[in-house]
């Protein structure tokens, strides 16, 4: 029942939270909350439905979804996709982060990296959020630390023969430092491309932060914005720039109110 589904939510996020290796990320966002990268919202709409009838799915044939990795400027929405991407698939979010998972001892960065696959594992079905993927594993290949190598291996390992339904969605700003292993298909499903919104997409981003703002006293009705003049004045702005822009200005309102 629901009930029951709550109850289970709360005992993994308790679990999560005792580990120390891997943060639970509480998050209220939905893709409505996202102007733009509609190829982007779609393609996750679609895996959620599957993860949504998981057992129907393998059993018509479906593979185990994997995870998709985003690419892009700073700024542009790859984190907050990764957070409506748990709400809509009505699952935990679980932000593993590379740098903890170093140890001063021999072994114990490989070992805390299995430790933190198999609590993700344990919480599954869950989203599995790697954020900046590029800052642990650029260079592998090349002169790159010995740990650092043998790390990357296993979690290429993983993502290749990994049954479990952990959905995995990467991060990073820059991808051309990174290992073609990693890239390639099989350890994704795809990869995404975020990069400066259109003028159209900037147009959507005012109007769903305006939108959050309507029935404040700052805002009591949308209709007296110009989102297209906004949208053409803020070109070469991401998404994070208009959002600080909308928050500045609010500010200043108050201060001279």
């Avoid at 990073?172 to 990069?195: M, T």
């Amino acid at each position: 029942s629901a009930e029951d589904k709550e109850m289970i939510l709360r005992q993994k996020k308790g679990m999560v939270k005792k580990s120390g290796l891997v943060e639970l990320i509480d998050t209220p966002e939905k893709l409505d909350s996202i102007g733009g990268l509609d190829d982007l919202k779609q393609y996750l709409k679609a895996k959620s439905s599957i993860f949504h009838h998981l057992s129907d799915a393998l059993n018509f044939g479906v593979s185990m979804p994997k995870g998709v990795f985003l690419v892009g400027m700073p700024g542009c929405g790859k984190s907050l996709c990764a957070k409506a991407a748990a709400s809509i698939f009505e699952v935990p979010l679980l932000k593993l982060d590379m740098g903890s998972m170093m140890g001063k001892y021999v072994g114990q960065s490989e070992e805390n990296l299995r430790k933190a696959i198999k609590i993700a594992e344990a919480a599954a079905p869950c989203i599995l959020w790697i954020d900046e993927i590029e800052k642990a594993f650029s260079g592998v290949g090349g002169q790159s630390d010995a740990v650092v190598a043998r790390m990357f291996g296993n979690f290429l390992y993983w993502m290749q023969e990994k049954s479990s339904p952990v959905y995995v969605i990467a991060t990073a700003n820059n991808a051309e430092s990174l290992p073609p292993e990693l890239k390639r298909k099989g350890r994704f499903d795809e990869i995404f491309c975020v990069n400066l919104p259109t003028k159209e997409e900037r147009k959507k981003i005012f109007e769903v932060h305006i939108n959050k703002l309507i029935g404040r006293e700052c805002i009591e009705d949308s209709a007296t914005f110009d989102f297209e003049k906004l949208s053409s004045v803020t070109s070469g702005f991401n998404g994070a720039d208009i959002e600080s822009v909308i928050c500045q200005t609010v500010e200043d309102c108050f201060l001279n109110d």
